[in-house]
């Protein structure tokens, strides 16, 4: 019988023992491994209180294995919440759990949606089925998930906007001697990310949660901090609010807080950017971004630089690529304004956190390392553009403004406009606020960082 044995014992009286023995040959789909592959999603399951199902821990297991972030709700409202305030970007319910009027709400949500059928609800399966929703019957296993969620892929939101583009500099780094603090609950992406970093020779420090990220900023330094955004405890735009509470109160330098997130919903950018956090990358996870990131945020960690006939390359690829690319780039082109700016803070890493988020909209950004630097540049160089610090230690604004002036009128090519930057708790006379071409908060946010150069250039 199918090249196996059937073998057959039996006692008068008492009954019968059959033996058999089969020979399969192993599945090659179990060779494929999902392990953190499916990181851009970000799962909802519905979980009654009054009838859990033993399904919602396996579900909780799969995804939790394919990297994906997974919460459980226990009603409509609570999920038009997830789906809102976590990005939740898939849905698991069970058709018992759920109403008739439910289901008609369900069919209104974009997005992927797997309802568990019994196997005698047959019926079910033709009305339920929609171009997002996939009604699947029990029992639930790993295959006709990844299928699911391969397939869903395509009606994940679509990213408003790309996330961090290369640079093109003269020092592209691609090893960096830096500490960095990775915020993230999942075991699997922890791993990913780490492996990620160490090979770029970051040193990792892991916390599980938006509450030992805050913990272990407050107990340590680090260049440059990667918080995942739906956490348990204390999710990652709360855990950023409290950071940047924690480093104002205690007046040290700020630590770049770069979101880790599922999916960037529309307005997405705008929320985690006004949250405080200063840059944001996608799940999966690419190393291509976190390059990038690097590059931006920890430029003087650069350990090994990119050699020049590798830079020549990039350069070399990159215009190629915008040359033979359409009218879409010619206007990105068109859109990097060639500025002379020159930023002064005080501090170096908000010089640099504001030089690199300028540097990303206008070409030629200048950094001056200290008042002397500062006032050397201002009367050797025209600036169209001059950034500086209302609370930076021995320097007078009014003197500022009068040198600018000065130097000016020596240079002759045009009047350089200032905007001052304070801290919301600093007051300035209005006379002193009339020497500047604007005067702006220190707890400015991207967007409106952009509008106010782009009203004085
Ligand atoms: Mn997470």
């Known amino acids: 019988m199918m090249g196996g044995n059937l073998a057959l014992e039996s006692e008068p009286g008492k009954g019968s023992k059959f033996f058999f023995t089969l020979e399969f040959d192993e599945s090659s789909s179990s060779s494929e491994d999902y392990m953190g592959s499916f990181s851009e999603y970000n799962c909802a399951v519905l979980s009654s209180a009054d009838t859990p199902k033993p399904h919602s821990q396996f579900i909780y297991n799969y995804f939790h294995y394919f990297g994906a972030d997974v919460k459980f709700y226990s009603d409509f409202n609570s999920l038009k919440n997830l789906i809102y305030r976590s990005g939740c970007n898939i849905i ?101 990310i780490t492996r990620t970093l160490q090979d770029l020779g970051l040193n990792v420090t892991i916390a599980v949660d938006g509450l030992e990220a805050l913990e272990k900023r407050k107990q340590n330094n680090y260049d ?5 955004i739906a956490m348990p405890v204390m999710d990652g735009v709360i855990s950023t609010q409290e950071i940047l509470k924690y480093e104002s109160e205690m007046s040290i ?99 640099k956190i504001f030089s690199s988020i300028i540097s990303k909209m206008y070409k030629d950004v200048d950094t001056a390392k200290n008042i002397d630097d500062f006032k050397e540049k201002i009367l050797n160089d025209f600036y169209r553009l001059i950034i500086f610090d209302e609370e930076i230690n021995d320097l007078k604004t009014s003197e500022i403004s009068k040198l600018i002036k000065d130097a000016n009128l020596k240079q002759q090519v045009g009047f350089s406009k200032t905007i001052l930057f304070m801290d919301s708790t600093t007051h300035i006379p209005e006379e002193e606020k ?15 960082l952009d509008r106010i150069i782009k009203d004085n250039i």
Do not use: C, W
């Open 92 to 192: 698991v319910a069970d058709y018992e759990d759920l109403s008739k009027d439910e289901i008609d709400e369900y069919a209104k949500i974009k997005l992927p949606i797997i309802i568990i059928l019994k196997a005698t609800q047959q019926s079910k399966f033709d009305l339920l089925k929609t171009k997002y929703i996939t009604p699947i019957y029990e029992p639930i296993n790993m295959s006709k998930i990844i299928r699911i969620l391969k397939a869903g892929r395509q009606f994940l939101p679509t990213k408003e906007a790309p996330e961090v583009k290369p640079r093109i500099t003269s020092s592209y780094g691609k090893k960096f001697n830096a500490d960095v603090l990775v915020a993230e609950d999942n075991e699997i992406n922890q791993k990913l």
């Open 224 to 228: 440059l901090i990667f918080m995942d």
């Open 253 to 351: 330098p700020h630590i770049p807080i770069i979101a880790i997130t599922a999916n960037a919903l529309k307005g997405d950018r705008e929320r985690f950017m006004k949250e405080g956090l200063d840059e944001y990358i996608t799940k999966p996870i690419k190393k291509d971004s976190i390059l990038n990131v690097l590059n931006i945020f920890i430029q003087d960690k650069i350990d090994q630089p990119q050699d020049e006939s590798d830079d020549i390359q990039i350069i070399h690829n990159k215009e190629k690529q915008e040359i033979a690319n359409d009218d879409k780039s010619k206007k990105t082109i068109a859109n990097t304004l060639k500025n002379n700016i020159l930023v002064f803070k005080k501090s170096p890493i908000e010089t």
């Open 434 to 448: 009339l020497l500047f071409d604007a005067v702006a908060s220190n707890s400015i946010n991207k967007n409106e």
